[in-house]
């Protein structure tokens, strides 16, 4: 499976100089946990995780962290895939870097979409359900009896 079939394709961005406060009250309107900071050709310049502002900002030393730039937090580089990325590769990328979030890019590296691991979670739980469907057809069309048969 690629990258494409399960990204989210309305990732939430944000400009460099957008400041943390922003960024908090934006990722609260959208009920995310990330927003990618991007320059003005749409490239990924860095991503903003919930712990970023968190650990970063409010829990820092910054006596008004609210007004912090968001490019002052975020995390960088930042690590994309594009739409055609085997989701196997992704996930074997996510999981050595331990990050839960991946903003997928176009050919000119502007962002299209998000990938995380709640939608990769999501796919296997519907996969799962799937197979338990498939399996439970093909005992009855077999003639198994079930438990409460016997």
Do not use: W
Not at 64 to 90: I, K, Q, W, Y
Not at 94 to 106: E, L, N, S
Not at 124 to 136: C, D, I, K
């Amino acid at each position: 499976m690629l990258v494409g079939a399960i990204m989210s394709r309305k990732p939430i961005t944000v400009e460099r100089d957008h400041t943390v406060l922003h960024v908090a009250r934006l990722m609260k309107e959208e009920n995310v946990g990330a927003v990618v900071v991007v320059d003005e050709q749409r490239r990924a310049v860095g991503i903003c995780t919930d712990r970023d502002l968190a650990v970063r900002a409010f829990a820092g030393k910054h006596k008004n962290p609210g007004s912090l730039p968001v490019d002052r937090v975020m995390s960088r580089p930042v690590v994309t895939a594009d739409e055609d990325t085997l989701l196997f590769d992704l996930l074997r990328g996510m999981a050595a870097k331990r990050i839960r979030r991946v903003p997928v890019v176009d050919r000119s590296s502007a962002v299209v979409g998000m990938v995380s691991m709640d939608d990769v979670i999501l796919l296997l739980a519907t996969e799962l359900t799937n197979v338990a469907e498939v399996m439970g057809h093909s005992s009855r069309v077999l003639g198994d009896k079930s438990p409460e048969e016997e």
